[in-house]
């Protein structure tokens, strides 16, 4: 399935990465999640706590002060876009508004300049670590299984996917519209974009439904980056075609090409480029979206986490196997936003996403990488507190609503204060996994948690008018894992 040409190249590149290493020590962060996860949030309030010296007393180099200075520097891929980082900053700290959210890929280089914690160390490394931050969309990473299915392959399991109960009602126009067309018939143009324009409006549904479920490939039919509108997109799957060949000139072997030109001149070259050459990887994930809609999205992400997973660390015999140079030594799945809820849930949130990871490690065949999971907030919107209710005490979170916002009928005018009790996860985990469990779909049923989306919070200056640095949960915990053992 790769060429002889692929693994030269990735061979080249590998050899220049070492080289350049050799010189200034540097190590690839991915940092990816689906769309409105907590990307950009995350490395932006990451960045920020590092270069201000914000407060992460479980980040061991900082805590024990041997960390002299952290700045950005000029990233050294010259071809792909800078993280904006200064826009996303200013947009939390001064408009306490949310920054705009991934789109496409982007990169930023952080150096930092420390002390080794040893002696021996000290004499033997230059101090100086610089950290490539590349932030993509998840989406796009979900596309990487196509390597590996054909046409056919895929049109069964699109097919597949979308009569399942989460799905059947979402797909049911451009399946009503698939079953119209005969693949076996000429090629047409029109046919092909109404199919692929059906099916992409199917796989938007999906993402922007309450059930809150996760993305079906191709992701660039949800995140198309710079290929917005172009022919590469124009295709969709086909029901019906078994074994069969493609005859020539039919709409089937149209559609067929042009899915193994999306492989070939998207998926490829995406993952050549930018995925093996990761060294570390942090997948961040809304499990608090998907705990709310229930047990099948859930299930949803799961099936996402699983399919991201194989994409780094594949197994033996995987053909993805020989196409990475670098190595994935480790993974993070972090459940962001977890200042949605009150302190006491945090560990169960944890516990949650453990076994959601624990049981995608499995099922994804995937070897050798540390994966560790942890509930954070990169940016903490909320405090804790608590409110009397009759003879109870309730613990609550504060903060400032977006304006718009809805809870129990009241609308919130983006200024106010509010305390909400945002509710307890279920204690029982497996209640949470189990697909013949309530789904939250229907009013009666009690989602878990109370949620709603709070601005970034009022930051506290100084008497100098320095702003203190960024709040967040846990972000020092993450950080550790990621990269505290590269400045030991
Ligand atoms: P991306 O699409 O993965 O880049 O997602 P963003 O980083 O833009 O985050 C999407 C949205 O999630 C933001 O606009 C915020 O509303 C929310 N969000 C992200 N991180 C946090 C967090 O740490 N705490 C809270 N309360 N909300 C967050």
Known sequence: LTTFTDEARIALDTLSGRATGLFSPSLRLGVTGLSRAGKTVFISALVHNLIHGGRLPLFEAQKSGRIARAFLEQQPDDAVPRFQ????IAALVNDRAWPDSTRAISELRLTIEYESASGWSRMFSSGKLSVDIVDYPGEWLLDLPLLGKSFADFSREAFEMAVLPVREDLSQAWRTLSAQIDPNADADEMSARRLAESFAAYLKA?????RALSTLPPGRFLMPGDLEGSPALTFAPLAGLGDRRPRPGSLHAMMDRRYEAYKTHVVKPFFREHITRLDRQIVLIDAMQALNAGPGAMADLERAVTEILSCFRPGRGSFLTDLFSR?????????TKA????????DRLQAIVRRLADRAVARANFTGADVDVVAMAAMRATREGTVKQGRETLPVIIGTPI????????????KTETAIFPGDLPENIDAVFDISGPDHKQDSVDPAIRFVRFRPPKLE??????TLSLPHIRLDRALQFLIGDHLA
Not at 85 to 88: K, L, M, R
Not at 461 to 466: D, F, I, L, S, W
């Open 339 to 346: 200042d949605h809820l009150h302190h006491e849930s945090h």
């Open 403 to 414: 304006a718009g916002e809805k809870i129990n009928g009241e609308t919130f005018d983006g």
């Open 85 to 88: 980082y200064e826009d996303h």
């Open 206 to 210: 999906c993402k922007l439904d309450e």
């Open 461 to 466: 200056r100084t008497a100098e008018g320095v």
């Open 327 to 335: 190595r994935i030594d480790r993974i993070l799945v972090a459940a």
